[in-house]
Structures are given as structure tokens and as C-alpha cells.
């Protein structure tokens, strides 16, 4: 072989290797930015996971909260119609009690009872 041939043989090895390294290269960042991205959106997706978490717990306490409010709520209608039908059934007692029970239109002890009720 001559010495031309050795030399661009040579070079070509050279050229070579260098396109194989230049090629690994372009791999290797190629995977460090695939990498990148992949932490950046499992980040992001965390952030975002936690978020919206804590929007259900607030969403799920304000829920809890309003259920309480309208069993207190219930809770204090009942007790005032039972008060109201009890101060009913105490009045239509008293009534009862008066002196002449049937008697048609309203008496001054009737009166006197209903300006009670009030």
C-alpha cells in the first residue's frame, strides 16, 4: 500500500471515530434533555397533584361544615315547634280551664289569656 492510501485510510479511521463520538455526544444530551423534561413534568405534575388535594380537603371541609350548620339548624326548628306546639297545647289547657268552656265569643279572662301567648 503507499504511503497516500496509509494516510487517507488514516484519516478516515479519524474521521470516523470522531462522527461515533460526535454521534455519542448528540445521544448523551439528547437523554440529559429527555431526562430534563421527564423530572420537569413529574414535577409539575406533583405540584399540581398537591394542589388540586388540597382544593378536595377545603372543598370537603366547607362540605362537612354547611352539614353541621343545617343539622344545628334542623335541630333548632324542631326544638322551636316542639316549644311552639307546647305553648299551644298549655294555652288550649288554660282555655279549657276557664269558667263557661263553651260558651261562644271571647271573655275578658280569654283575652287576657291570648295577649299572654303572644
Not at 36 to 51: L, M
Not at 74 to 84: F, M, T, V, W
Request: charged share 30%.
Amino acid at each position: 500500500m503507499s504511503k497516500a492510501a496509509l494516510v487517507a485510510l488514516g484519516v478516515a479511521g479519524l474521521v470516523a471515530i470522531g462522527g461515533l463520538g460526535a454521534w455519542c455526544a448528540v445521544a448523551t444530551v439528547h437523554n440529559m434533555v429527555e431526562d430534563a423534561a421527564a423530572a420537569a413534568k413529574a414535577e409539575r405534575d406533583a405540584h399540581w397533584r398537591a394542589e388540586i388535594a388540597e382544593a378536595n380537603a377545603k372543598a370537603a371541609r366547607a362540605e362537612a361544615e354547611q352539614a353541621r350548620a343545617a343539622m344545628a339548624a334542623e335541630a333548632s326548628i324542631k326544638s322551636a315547634e316542639k316549644g311552639r306546639e307546647d305553648a299551644l297545647k298549655e294555652l288550649e289547657k288554660q282555655n279549657a280551664a276557664l269558667a263557661d268552656g263553651d260558651r261562644r265569643g271571647l271573655g275578658r279572662a280569654r283575652v287576657r289569656l291570648l295577649n299572654k301567648a303572644r
